[in-house]
């Protein structure tokens, strides 16, 4: 017998007296110390002595109207003078499964990566974002999980553990293939990788897995930098103005192209895949990466109407178009059977998705925060199946069913439940954490979510070939942002199906497209008598508008409109401007 | 009396080991509890990675020549428009610089990579 089962043995033996001693246990402590078996901070009956309220505090943490969570800031850093006393149970799940687990969970991915760890340490010494915004990556858990207890702190934190291991994945294929940490020689898995940009759904290449690799170009030297630490893209969106761009277009299609004008790119791949999503803007960033990669490049469209029934022959082609080229420059053959493999395992994780939001919109019991939501769903739809993915969901789906099965009230300070549309910003996609905190403002889904909600066929390559032209024409913010004014007023009708009373409005102040459409939303709120607020920003470049101006925008109509009074006032003003 | 020395030996050691890991745990959780290693990334490790990356010698990307891409450059000057080379356009390009004006294409069936050239007045 290996040492590995004697050691699953133990744990299943270990598993079976856990269970039956527990209720012993419990029951004794209850009689000595003042508390109650699946009792919260708030709904303890509380206790008669001084101690014993003490006692209670320590072993559930402040009630939510009593933590504040703005006292622990050290001011414009961000930083806390100490991290936050959840009670007993959640503030050591958080150390041991959150904090430990994570800064384990990061190392042990690099060394399951054969060969990864020098090239790891020579990328973090050569590469500004990743030096910069990956290694404090703890406090965007931090940032994003603030205030969470019990099961939504738990499969929210799985989200981000999701993530965390995903980008470190990306981290070591981009090192490990980089022919500028290589001293310039092409190696094979250099020879064997495709560029993309980051907005070309990774679905697009199953047909070629495990022959091929495929690394999204921006998505982490540019896009989740920005959650990180929002500092950092600023060097690129300066680089790229220094070079003579206006400072009005899209900032991430200015940061984008800037991370090749400062040369802090990975040069790993022999080709490029481009795309027009979201915008012309993103067509603009191509000419200027093709400009500096020099390289065979395949321009694959997306319709700008994305469900006009006129172009989806046009689509279609485009499709083969691309999977050609691949062909054509790598020498492999499209594999069938490969795509069949990985499109029903992504059609598995689609399938779950909509069992979350079936929770998420029917019930009180959905256990993932709208941060935690958001991110989780965008990037794992935008790379496509991976094995880290469905760990990811099988471990969600315990918490939610427990949470379905015992009817627990996930997030109980709930006032108003929010639907956030439009594209978000980058540098503070925890505003919605802050806004459960500070106002009872629970963000149940937001736009980005609800792309790449398409099951893809599998029984005829027409039908394949059919699907996948409609789901890359499903990508974010081509589907509901800048597809079409008929799609994004899609919002009435998912605010609807989610159960939502209000809408948190991103403004993106730089998206020519967003902007044309702010007067129609305006009116329509009025005209069907919809709570509405709106978060102007500018995407990655936290100096137009402040994470702390936001804030203010939202305290300002919580208080003028809605009337209301903050669950915890020191979150309604703190200085965070320098934060990461 | 030899096994218990050992056993003796080894009672000890384990206690150490546990003592160690037991003070490391703890430690680890005061660091965790006063955020120590944000204080530490933002303070210390943060500003010195900054200047390094500030203070690396980079080459210029925009000494890139334009016409890098000769096949591209010297086809699309004969219309005065970019042509990606590669795969089926390849083809457009040749025939754009043959001196068929690009205006339209007519889709063909699907895996024909040509697309049908239509010549356009102007």
Redesign the interface.
């Known amino acids: 017998m290996s040492a590995l089962t004697q050691l699953k043995k133990l744990q299943k033996a270990a598993a079976v007296v856990t269970e039956k001693v527990k209720p012993v246990v419990a029951g004794a402590v209850e009689k000595v110390l003042p508390i109650e078996a699946g009792a919260t901070a708030d709904t303890a009956t509380p206790a008669k002595t001084a101690a014993g309220l003490k006692f209670q505090e320590f072993w559930y943490g402040p009630k939510h109207e009593d933590r504040k969570l703005g006292d622990l800031y050290i001011p414009g850093?961000g930083?806390?003078?100490?991290?936050e006393w959840r009670g007993f149970r959640d503030t050591m799940y958080y150390?041991n499964m959150i904090?430990?687990y994570n800064y384990g969970s990061i190392v042990s991915t690099i060394m399951h990566n054969k060969g990864a760890l020098i090239p790891f340490l020579k990328g973090t010494?050569r590469y500004?974002w990743m030096?910069?915004a990956y290694?404090?990556v703890?406090?965007w858990f931090?940032r994003c999980l603030e205030g969470m207890r019990g099961e939504t702190l738990k499969a929210s934190a799985w989200h981000f553990n999701g993530i965390t291991r995903a980008v470190v994945t990306q981290l070591c294929e981009f090192f490990t293939t980089d022919k500028n940490l290589n001293h310039g020689k092409e190696t094979e898995k250099w020879s064997k990788t495709i560029a993309h940009k980051e907005t070309v759904a990774g679905a697009t290449f199953y047909p070629f897995r495990d022959e091929l690799y495929h690394i999204p170009l921006e998505m982490i030297p540019y896009f989740v930098t920005c959650h990180c630490n929002n500092h950092v893209v600023l060097h690129y969106i300066d680089a790229v103005q220094g070079?003579g761009l206006p400072g009005d277009p899209c900032p991430m299609c200015q940061a984008e192209a800037g991370l090749?004008?400062?040369?802090?790119m990975p040069d790993y791949s022999p080709v490029l895949i481009t795309t027009n999503e979201a915008c012309d803007g993103s067509v603009a960033t191509a000419?200027l990466q093709?400009?500096?990669l020099?390289r065979?490049?395949?321009?694959f469209p997306q319709p700008m109407r994305w469900d006009d029934p006129l172009v989806q022959?046009?689509c279609?082609?485009e499709v083969?178009?691309c999977w050609?080229?691949v062909e054509?420059?790598f020498g492999v053959k499209f594999n069938w059977d490969k795509y069949v493999e990985y499109a029903e395992k992504a059609n598995k994780m689609t399938l779950f998705e909509r069992e979350k939001w079936d929770v998420a919109a029917n019930t009180p019991n959905y256990p993932i925060n709208g941060v935690g939501q958001a991110l989780y769903r965008i990037f794992y739809s935008q790379w496509g199946w991976r094995q880290l993915w469905a760990d990811t969901d099988a471990r969600v789906k315990k918490i939610m069913d427990k949470c379905v099965d015992r009817n627990i009230n996930t997030l109980p300070k709930t006032r108003h439940r929010v639907i956030a549309w439009s594209c978000a910003p980058l540098y503070y996609s925890a505003w919605c954490t802050w806004a459960y905190n500070c106002w009872g403002l629970n963000t149940v889904i937001n736009m980005d979510s609800l792309m790449f909600d398409k099951l893809l066929r599998t029984d005829t390559y027409e039908n394949a070939?059919e699907d996948m032209a409609w789901y890359n024409e499903m990508a974010p913010m081509r589907m509901m942002a800048v597809g079409g004014h008929e799609h994004i007023f899609m919002l009435w009708h998912y605010m609807e199906q989610f159960n939502c009373d209000m809408v948190a409005m991103y403004d993106q102040l730089q998206c020519k497209g967003m902007q044309g459409v702010v007067g129609m939303f305006e009116d329509e709120f009025r005209a069907r008598g919809i709570h509405a607020f709106w978060i102007p920003h500018a995407l990655p470049d936290k100096r137009t508008v402040s994470r702390k101006e936001i804030r203010q925008r939202i305290n300002d109509y919580m208080f003028t409109v809605m009337q209301e009074e903050p669950l915890d006032p020191t979150l309604l003003d703190f200085d965070d401007d320098n934060s990461? | 009396m030899k096994r218990s020395r050992k056993n003796r030996k080894k009672c000890r050691f384990l206690k150490k080991v546990v003592g160690i890991a037991g003070l490391a745990y703890a430690g680890l959780f005061a660091v965790y509890y006063y955020d120590l290693d944000g204080k530490l990334l933002y303070y210390v490790v943060e500003p010195f990675l900054d200047k390094h990356y500030s203070a690396m010698e980079r080459p210029d990307a925009t000494k890139t020549p334009y016409g890098a891409k000769e096949s591209v450059s010297v086809e699309a000057e004969n219309f005065g428009a970019t042509v990606d080379t590669t795969g089926s356009f390849g083809q457009v390009a040749r025939n754009a610089a043959a001196g068929v004006k690009v205006g339209a294409t007519e889709f063909g069936k699907y895996g024909e990579p040509k697309p049908k050239l239509v010549k356009v007045t102007m």
């Open positions: 850093t930083l806390y003078k100490h991290r150390y904090w430990l010494w500004r030096g910069q290694l404090p703890l406090h931090d070079i090749f004008v400062l040369n802090d000419i093709d400009w500096f020099n065979p490049l395949f321009a022959e046009n279609q082609r083969e178009n050609k080229f054509e420059q070939l990461w």
